[in-house]
């Protein structure tokens, strides 16, 4: 299965932007179905958006839909998401997903491969 290491995440006021991106490592990256997740502290794991094998597909939570945008590289093996208009409440840590999908071009909300997380602090 693959391997996943995020970076991009840090602090930034209210209002800025981020770009995260999640490298894949140790199979073909354009088998998996891609996503992203964050948890906030003391609070549980929450779904921010998906994305199909081939990039064709994406969907995103309610919340973020107009500010978070995710997007995929195959030939990079990397998966990115782009944040606009961060708020204090995007504060968490945000892990990069996968889940092994060939030839089904679909975004999925369950994921078996995880990443450690990269921790994003939005400030007032």
């Known amino acids: 299965q693959v391997q996943l290491v995020e970076s991009g995440g840090g602090l930034v006021q209210a209002g800025g932007s981020l770009r995260l991106s999640c490298v894949a490592s140790g199979r073909t990256f354009s088998d998996y179905a891609m996503g992203w997740f964050r948890q906030a502290p003391g609070k549980e794991r929450e779904f921010v958006a998906a994305?199909?094998?081939?990039?064709?597909?994406?969907y995103s939570a309610d919340s973020m839909k107009g500010r978070f945008t995710i997007s995929r590289d195959n030939a990079k093996n990397t998966v990115y998401l782009q944040m606009n208009s961060l708020k204090p409440e995007d504060t968490a840590v945000y892990y990069c997903a996968a889940r092994h999908a060939p030839y089904n071009d679909y975004v999925f909300l369950d994921y078996n491969i995880w990443g450690q997380g990269t921790r994003v602090t939005v400030s007032s």
């Open positions: 994305i199909s094998i081939s990039g064709s597909s994406t």
